[in-house]
């Protein structure tokens, strides 16, 4: 008699070569991907640097600091730096700019809307971030130009004119003013809806904890939902920032080409995006060619900075103020 | 056998569709027609779109044009992705050596001009001279009531509105003959500034192409730039009264830019025409001072060089020219002696 041998391993419905395979084709799959978008940006960095190549080689470093652009043949001269610190002022006062903007609308949308008004404020708000760039470029610089000029521009002057930043206003619409109020509404839409998602996230216990306790809702808001979303918050500006250090066709219709650096917000400008929107097809010289490409070298650079000290930020930021995701605190 | 599950069926089915769509697809383009395709200059677009069509239907071969501004265009020939590419400058002596076995040919003649809002002055009223203009656009005129416009223009009220100079942001064959007519009548403007596709202005505001540069006329009050004659025809922009050398002030008409390439008597071998500011002599009298000629580059052999030639010889016949010549379009018949330069050079392309 055959005894029942209980060590047999039970029979199962699958071989087991079919469930590696499947374990591997997901292995394989995913790491191609990861390895095809690392591999991506560093042909990307490096044909950068090859096509700069000839303008760096010609110019060096010295190109960062130069403030020209001369693409006329005999006297070709290129330099980045009115591009450079335009961008670099464009990006900031935008977010500056929308950063409060787009945290009302989500604490407005979150907390204080009535429920019938919330549902088509938020479709349109995110319908905003559908607009395509050379549409609000068009808008801009038909009717928003016009009107800030005819209406904020000599208002801030007036109030304000004793800051360098709020000169006299320029007759054209087309200004750096004008730009950052564009990037502003085309950062809008990302930060808010981030901010949204992440205010409506905060546990329900911990916010009405602290009503119950008395505080009034702006105590609330600023004691427990702003510590507990700011690393997300974080992250969407810096989501906010790339999209208007990249921005280039909404830019460039209406920052009016100037290539002199002034802190007169209401002067023209450019912005290193916009110069080589504006330039590169019509360029008539290798060394301008070499040029934009070495413009775009920086952008990419600055980019990457930007990135990095703000995801420091946010790492930092998520650390030591917010509520852990953990449960404790 | 157990029934082949549903992805299985699925992606049966889509390789069969996809099989048939792709005989079809083949099966179609087994009849070929001749496509020429060009880029460049977007000032020559709208006559390439009253070509096309006439010539596909004279001769069956497809003609498509991307207007993506002259300088694009010659990199693009440059680089042959295209088989011709189309020009408002000429080349330079680098872009013709880049460009080694390509020659250009003239093959339609039309102009720019300065165009204006200035509150209180209606189309044509506003008379300018390339002194003036060159000190306008180099900030040494400020105010529209200057003394030195308002010498030019006895009777007509000028208000104290400062001036915007608006140019174009992006590299252009009308910043090409606009610079070049500059240069010419300042020689301030020719040490300081220089003539380019794209020049490093002094002052002033940029706009995308001639629809920017129209927006930003239209909506700055005391603003003067430059534009293509058919836009600003199409669009009823202000446009400005030239003086020519001769002494008189005239409006960018096909006939008087027609007058105006009457200057050229001989071709140059490389084509290379300016015909700005024309002198001053009674044969010119009715001459716009801002015309320019616009030239299709194409390499001396290629594939595609006898379709090339049998077009291009086309679009300098008399009907061509006349087709594209009218109050619409405002480009003026070429002069013969250019003609006949043109179809010599169009002998070397085989």
Known sequence: MASLDVTEPARRPFSGRRVHLGDLLLQGLAGAAAAGATALVLLIAWKVVDGAHPSISKFGLGFIVHDVWNPVSGREAYGAASFLFGTVITSFFALLLATPLAIGIALFLTELAPRVVRGPVTALVETLAAVPSVVIGLWGILVLGPALRGNIESWLHSGLGWIPLFGAPSAAGASIFTAIVVLAIMILPIVSSISRELFLGVPHELKEGALALGTTRWEMVRGVMFPYARGGIAAALILGLGRAMGEAIAVTQVIGGGTVISWNLFNQGDTLASKIAAEYQGATSNLEVASLIYLGLILLVLSLIANSVAQLIVRRVARTHGVTRGGRG | ?350
């Open chain 2, 1 to 350: 056998m157990p029934r082949l599950g549903t992805s299985i069926r699925f992606t049966g089915a889509c390789a069969v569709a996809l099989a048939t769509a792709a005989t079809m697809v083949s099966a179609a383009g087994a009849k070929r027609t001749t496509t020429l395709n060009g880029a460049g200059s977007s000032l020559i677009a709208p006559a390439v779109a009253v070509w096309a069509p006439a010539y596909a239907k004279a001769s069956g071969t497809e003609i498509n044009y991307s207007a993506v501004g002259s300088g694009a265009g010659i990199a693009a020939i440059t680089a042959k992705t295209v088989d011709f590419g189309a020009s408002d400058a000429p080349l330079t002596d680098s872009q013709a050596s880049a460009c080694a076995d390509c020659v250009q040919i003239p093959w339609a003649l039309s102009a720019t001009v300065p165009t204006y809002n200035v509150p209180g002055l209606h189309s044509g009223q506003l008379k300018l001279d390339g002194p003036t203009l060159a000190k306008i656009f180099l900030g040494q005129i400020k105010t529209w009531d200057d003394p030195a416009i308002k010498k030019l223009n006895p009777g007509t009220s000028l208000p104290n509105l400062a001036i915007t100079t608006v140019h174009r942001s992006d590299g252009s064959g009308d910043t090409y003959a606009f610079t070049d007519y500059l240069s010419h009548v300042s020689a301030q403007w020719a040490s300081q500034v220089g003539n380019s596709t794209s020049v490093s202005w002094p002052g002033g505001v940029g706009g995308a192409k001639n629809a920017g540069v129209a927006a930003v006329i239209a909506s700055t009050p005391g603003s003067i730039g430059y534009i293509s004659v058919a836009y600003v025809v199409q669009n009823h922009l202000d446009w400005a009264r030239m003086k020519n050398a001769a002494g008189n002030y005239v409006l960018a008409s096909a006939p008087d830019i027609e007058a105006a390439a009457q200057v050229v008597k001989s071709v140059p071998a490389d084509n290379k025409l300016s015909i700005v500011d024309p002198p001053a002599s009674p044969k010119y009298k009715n001459a716009w001072p801002l015309s320019t000629f616009t030239y299709v580059i194409v390499h001396t052999s290629s594939a595609q060089a006898p379709a090339l030639r049998k077009f291009i010889f086309w679009a300098l016949t008399p009907k061509a020219q006349h087709m594209i010549s009218n109050s619409f379009l405002v480009f003026a018949p070429i002069p013969k002696v250019v003609l006949v330069a043109a179809e010599k050079t169009l002998t070397k392309v085989h």
